[in-house]
């Protein structure tokens, strides 16, 4: 490595190919968002030709601008709090029961004969079916938004974490009890471990389930939140309203999801799957 | 790489008080005493794998138990190390019975069962951990059997960044870091190339002879078996049952020994008596 290091600083290229290099550089930086920008510069030409009402679609820099208002009132973070704490509070939760869970089913009968029936049955379900029945018992607020969350995203966190549980080698088992390790220990010490990739795959199922839950609980429920903002600017007829929650919702949504796999690749630094670009 | 061999590795084995062959009266370190076992799939009937195997096997002597696929070889190494219940017949280490795993057999797989998310040195120092050494001590005691199976500089590497032979290597200076008195080898070169596995092999038998553990290794490579085992059990298929112990008797430190005459009569001779088993495992096995 450090012979590679001294070999750049040898030869020094002229300023005017590194400059070119430098922008072939940023090029293929953002190879990956070229789509986005020319859809973006599409909306913005479309909606200023006039064919559209401003109504019907507002120009991306009018929603930007409304974006940068919310931003500076502050009205941004107080829709974005509710709405992260939500996602996170229940992507938590789920999250927690729903590894706990999975490695019971993988290591005890009773629970597994008990619960895995009912994960199959519940795992393909529309859960969002149930709001009203949630509304109806746990009111409109927090608590009955943030069980919806939960009530959603934990099922591929507890298929992941079981099957993760299932396919721990034996021998790791075995070489760590032949090393010395009691009983209690291997849980924490061996399959944990041991499944964590296939149970971070699960995790990074549920965490878009539980920022979209939330937003559509949001929607249904109203109060404040990113979706309830949004179908507040929406019965006000306010278009770049409604397109700015969008935007900032999908963005919110595209960090959780980004900041996400950055924290997969810390904790896996050892896997395999380490050395290979991320997509996601 | 590994031609370096540190003296001061060898009192880490405990190479003061054990390491004199020959010393005392050979004492039997492992009896078997008509093991059978029968696995019992959950869908599926019932299979006998082994049948009134007896062996003792003594302290300090390498013994390997050769096979065909299939013939139980493996199932007996796990019930030596304890991960299987003995369910028939009773199977003594230095007059104890076997209840579960313990620190007093280590054992190598042939698919290496490192930690992948632990490095080489932080997989060697976990059964040091286990056992209680300062932290200290352990992570000196780690590097000097690093060091021993020539993985110096390796130590901060993860199990996915080495290859095959090197994986092999980290789990045996795992495995021998907690100084087990009995070291269990299930085809611990079954997954390496050609090479690799003749290398290693004259590397088992240098760690070996310096180390001198009881070692009962399990392999269906006659030439393996002969090159490095003192006495050969050979099973035959399924269900696995002892049809003949060898007793080897060649000077392995003789350069030429793979190339000697006798080396070739007794590869010959073992064969023989593996090859009727291996077609008879190869046309469904047995029963």
């Given at each position: 490595m450090a012979r590679i290091s001294e070999g750049l600083s040898f030869e020094r290229p002229h300023p005017a190919a590194s400059l070119l290099e430098a922008l072939c550089l940023i090029g293929r930086a953002f190879r990956g968002s070229l789509s986005i920008l020319a859809v973006l510069l599409f909306w913005e030409a479309f909606a200023r030709s006039g064919w559209v009402s401003s109504f019907l679609l507002p120009s991306f820099s009018s929603v930007v601008e409304r974006m940068a208002g919310d931003t500076l009132s502050g009205a941004l973070f107080a829709n974005l709090g509710p709405t992260l704490y939500r996602t996170f509070l229940g992507f938590l939760v789920a999250g927690c029961a729903g590894v706990g869970l999975g490695i019971l089913m993988a290591r005890n009968a009773v629970v597994r004969w008990f619960f895995d029936p009912v994960v199959s049955v519940a795992f393909p379900m529309p859960k969002i079916a149930f709001l009203p029945i949630f509304m109806l018992w746990f009111g409109l607020y927090d608590f009955s938004k943030i069980s919806m969350v939960v009530f959603n995203a934990i099922f591929p966190v507890i298929t992941a974490a079981m099957a993760a549980t299932e396919g721990v080698e034996k021998e790791l088992l075995w070489s760590a009890e032949s090393l010395g390790a009691s009983r209690r220990r291997l849980l924490w010490e061996i399959v944990l471990p041991a499944a964590l990739p296939q149970i971070m795959t699960g995790l990074q199922v549920a965490l878009p389930v539980a920022m979209i839950v939330t937003v559509v609980t949001e929607m249904l429920m109203g109060g404040p939140g990113l979706g309830g903002a949004m179908i507040a600017a929406s019965r006000f007829a306010d278009s770049p309203g409604v397109f700015a929650d969008i935007l900032e919702i999908a963005i919110a949504g595209f960090l959780l999801v980004k900041g996400m796999a950055l924290l997969r690749r810390r904790l896996l630094a050892?896997?395999?799957?380490?050395k290979e670009p991320t997509t996601v | 790489m590994a031609a370096a061999i540190k003296t001061r590795s060898i009192e880490a084995f405990g190479g003061g008080e054990r390491g004199q062959a020959g010393a005392a009266p050979e004492r039997t370190e492992i009896a078997i005493r008509g093991v059978g076992h029968t696995y019992r799939p959950a869908r599926g009937r019932p299979v006998k794998a082994l049948e009134t195997i007896s062996l003792e096997v003594k302290e300090r002597e390498f013994v390997a138990l050769l096979g065909p696929s299939g013939c139980g070889k493996s199932t007996l190494l796990y019930l030596i190390g304890g991960f299987l219940p003995v369910e028939e017949g009773k199977i003594l280490i230095d007059g104890q019975p076997v209840a579960g795993p313990g620190p007093d057999r280590g054992i190598v797989f042939q698919h290496f069962a490192l930690f992948p998310w632990k490095t080489v040195l932080k997989n060697v120092v976990y059964g040091l951990e286990k056992k209680g050494v300062a932290r200290e001590e352990r992570v000196r005691r780690a590097r000097e059997f690093i060091d021993l199976v020539g993985l110096s500089g390796f130590e901060d590497s993860y199990p996915s960044q080495l290859s095959g032979g090197m994986k092999q290597r980290a789990a045996i200076a795992r495995t021998l870091a907690i100084d087990p008195a009995i070291l269990l080898m299930d085809e611990p070169f079954g997954s390496l190339d050609a090479q690799t596995r003749s290398l290693m092999q004259s590397e088992l038998l240098r760690i070996w002879q310096r180390s001198r553990k009881t070692v009962v290794f399990v392999t269906h490579d006659v030439q393996e078996a002969v090159y490095l085992a003192e006495r050969i059990v050979v099973m035959s298929a399924?269900?696995?049952?002892?049809k003949e112990i060898l007793s080897v008797g060649l000077d392995r430190n003789d350069p030429g020994l793979l190339r000697s005459r006798p080396f070739a009569e007794m590869v010959d001779h073992v064969w023989s008596l593996v090859r009727s088993e291996a077609i008879r495992a190869e046309r469904g096995g047995g029963t």
């Open positions: 050892w896997h395999q799957e380490a | 399924r269900p696995g049952r002892v």
